[in-house]
T-cell receptor, first 116, second 114 residues
Framework: SAVISQKPSRDICQRGTSLTIQCQVD?????MFWYRQQPGQSLTLIAT?????????ESGFVIDKFPISRPNLTFSTLTVSNMSPEDSSIYLC?????????????FGPGTRLTVT | AQSVTQLGSHVSVSEGALVLLRCNYS??????LFWYVQYPNQGLQLLLK??????LVKGINGFEAEFKKSETSFHLTKPSAHMSDAAEYFC????????????FGTGTRLQVTL
């Protein structure tokens, strides 16, 4: 299994500012993803982070608002730009393994963002 | 397209009682199915998965789930609930392909009472 860490674990930010969340996986993985979990809700996929190329965004999410980087096979960042209170959510990084674990998807502990 | 329906947003059981969390899926191709657990203020932990091998899947913490194609179901069970099982449980589906994406259900909050 893959162990995923995220930084920061939580933050309180003012509207109009941006926050960059870091995700580190302890092993090389094929795919990395970013999810949003709004309070009391399920998980919604924001985008798939592609190594060395632009991320693939889901409907309703755009690169200008959620720029994503993935410079190598174990690290990715998600930036929440020009934040508003509606962006208050938990943001989770996720990764899919390789070989026999390629069908298993693991999650980081999440970043709890509050926008005031 | 694929989707998951979890029946019951809240389930309450007594400690020692059977846990049954329901999940029905819809998929146009053979699915892979997963159950995840989320404890308060934590990320998601994989409980178990079905990837077209045995239809009865055993996971961690005494949980198991049975894939029933005829009923398009993948219900999660545990014979005897423990207080530590109180958490949010998510069922998820993906298609058979390593590039496929997980689609989550809306979650079921399990409460365990004395």
């Amino acid at each position: 299994s893959a162990v995923i860490s995220q930084k920061p674990s939580r933050d309180i930010c003012q509207r109009g500012t941006s926050l960059t969340i870091q995700c580190q996986v302890d092993s090389q993985v094929t795919m990395m993803f970013w999810y949003r979990q709004q309070p009391g809700q399920s998980l919604t996929l924001i985008a798939t982070a592609n190594q060395g190329s632009e991320a693939t965004y889901e409907s309703g999410f755009v690169i200008d608002k959620f720029p994503i980087s993935r410079p190598n096979l174990t690290f990715s960042t998600l930036t929440v730009s020009n934040m508003s209170p509606e962006d208050s959510s938990i943001y989770l990084c996720s990764a899919r393994g390789t070989g026999g674990g390629r069908y298993e998807q693991y999650f980081g502990p999440g970043t709890r963002l509050t926008v005031t | 397209a694929q989707s998951v329906t979890q029946l019951g947003s809240h389930v309450s059981v007594s400690e020692g009682a059977l846990v049954l969390l329901r999940c029905n899926y819809s998929s146009s191709v053979p699915p892979y199915l997963f159950w995840y657990v989320q404890y308060p203020n934590q990320g998601l932990q994989l409980l178990l998965k079905y990837t077209s091998a045995a239809t009865l899947v055993k996971g961690i913490n005494g949980f198991e789930a049975e894939f029933k194609k005829s009923e398009t179901s993948f219900h999660l069970t545990k014979p005897s609930a423990h207080m530590s099982d109180a958490a949010e449980y998510f069922c998820a589906v993906s298609s058979t392909g390593t590039a496929s994406k997980l689609t989550f259900g809306t979650g079921t909050r399990l409460q365990v009472t004395l």
